[in-house]
C-alpha cells in the first residue's frame, strides 16, 4: 500500500541539523513555521541562528566573507591577490542604469564587441549566480549573443571565462581542513526504452522551470545528440545517456563520483588556501585538474549544500560535519 505521508520538503541541511540536535542533545528552535529556511540551535545557555536558501547555513561564516565569496569576479580577485592558480575572470554587467558609476569596458556592448573575435568555447555563468542557472558553455558568437538576450532579464552581471576540459572535482573545506573530495560529473538525459529524446528533453526542462532554473538550450541538446549519433525523435534505448555540457551542478542533473574523506594532497592544498584567502570556516571549492599540470580554483562555495551527501547515502559523513560546525559555533556564542 502507498504511503499517504507528506514528504519531508525542508532543506536538507536543515533536517542534518535537527537529527543532529536530537543526537547531542541541543535544542532546535524553529523561527519559520516549519518551513526550515530559519532556526535557531541552543546549548548551555547558549544560541546561534542557522537558515537555509539565501541566508548562510554555517553561522562560522562572517557576513563579509560570504558576502564577497558570493561574488564570482571578488572571489577571482582575492584568488589572484594571494597568489593561487584559478581560472581568469572577467566581469560584464547587463544593466545600464548605474552604468555611470563604473569605469567604461564591461558593458553589454563591450563584451559583444569582444566575442566576434573571441576564441571558442567559453564558460559564462552569473557573477552572483547558483544551483548551475545559466551556467553555459558557449560554442561561437552566435552563442554568446543568444546568452545575453535570455541571462540579461534575469541577472544584472555575468562573468566569461575560458573554457578548460577537464576532470571537476568539489573539496569540503571546514576549520581549515579538507574534509571530502568527489569528482562532478555532467548531467545529461538517461534513456529508458520508451520516451523519444525530445520528450526527455522537454521533461528535463520543464523540472528546472519549476526550480527557477534555467533550461538546457536546444544547442546542446542537438551537441549531445551528435556525440551519440541520435536523432531527437529516437526512442531513447536504455543504458544510452545523452550529454548536456556544463551541467556538473547536483540541481541541474549533475552527481557526484568516486567520494572519498581522502583528500589528494595537490587538492586539499589549493581548496583550504582558497577558503582562508577568502577568511571563510566552511567552503565547497570547486576545482578544475588538468592534465598535465596542478589544479586550479574554478569557485569557492560559501554556502554549500551536503545534498550531495545525501544522493550517495553519506549520512554518517553529513551529521559528523555539522555536528563539528555547530559545536565550534556554540562555543563562540555569546
Keep these: 500500500m502507498q504511503s499517504m505521508a507528506t514528504p519531508d520538503r525542508t532543506p536538507f541541511n536543515t533536517r542534518l541539523v535537527r537529527t543532529v540536535c536530537q543526537q547531542q542533545g541541543w535544542r532546535f528552535v524553529d523561527l519559520d513555521g516549519d518551513e526550515g529556511y530559519l ?70 556592448s563591450d563584451l559583444e564587441a569582444w566575442g566576434a573575435t573571441a576564441t571558442y568555447p567559453v564558460f559564462a555563468k552569473p557573477n552572483r549566480g547558483a544551483h548551475g542557472d545559466f551556467a553555459e558553455q558557449i560554442r561561437d558568437h552566435h552563442a554568446l549573443l543568444d546568452y545575453l538576450v535570455r541571462v540579461a532579464p534575469v541577472h544584472d552581471q555575468i562573468v566569461v571565462q575560458p573554457y578548460l576540459e577537464a576532470p571537476e572535482f568539489r573539496v569540503l573545506v571546514v576549520a581549515g581542513e579538507a574534509r ?67 551541467r556538473g551542478n547536483l540541481a541541474t542533473g549533475g552527481y557526484a563520483e568516486g567520494f572519498t574523506t581522502r583528500v589528494e594532497p595537490a587538492l586539499s592544498e589549493l581548496a583550504v588556501a582558497a577558503t582562508k584567502a577568502l577568511g571563510l570556516d566552511v567552503a565547497g571549492v570547486d576545482l578544475l585538474m588538468p592534465a598535465p599540470g596542478g589544479p586550479v580554483v574554478l569557485e569557492v562555495n560559501a554556502n554549500p549544500s551536503f545534498a550531495s551527501l545525501e544522493t550517495i547515502g553519506e549520512h554518517a559523513v553529513a551529521e559528523a560535519l555539522w555536528t563539528d560546525i555547530l559545536a565550534r559555533a556554540l562555543a563562540g556564542a555569546p
Design 39 to 108: 532556526f535557531a540551535v541552543e546549548a548551555n545557555g547558549r544560541r546561534v541562528h542557522c537558515g537555509a536558501g539565501a541566508i548562510c547555513a554555517y553561522p562560522g561564516n562572517h557576513a563579509t566573507a560570504y558576502t564577497v565569496a558570493r561574488d564570482k569576479a571578488f572571489t577571482a580577485a582575492i584568488l589572484a591577490e594571494a597568489g593561487l592558480p584559478h581560472m581568469p575572470t572577467a566581469l560584464y554587467f547587463l544593466e545600464t542604469t548605474r552604468r555611470h558609476l563604473r569605469a567604461p569596458g564591461r558593458e553589454r
Design 180 to 246: 571530502f573530495q568527489y569528482r562532478k560529473i555532467a548531467g545529461g538525459l538517461v534513456g529508458d526504452g520508451r520516451s523519444s529524446w525530445r520528450a526527455l528533453f522537454d521533461r528535463l526542462n520543464a523540472h528546472l522551470r519549476e526550480d527557477a532554473l534555467s533550461p538546457v538550450p536546444v544547442t546542446d541538446f542537438a551537441a549531445g545528440l551528435d556525440a551519440c549519433g541520435q536523432g531527437a525523435d529516437d526512442i531513447s534505448a536504455v543504458g544510452v545517456t545523452v550529454p548536456l555540457a556544463g
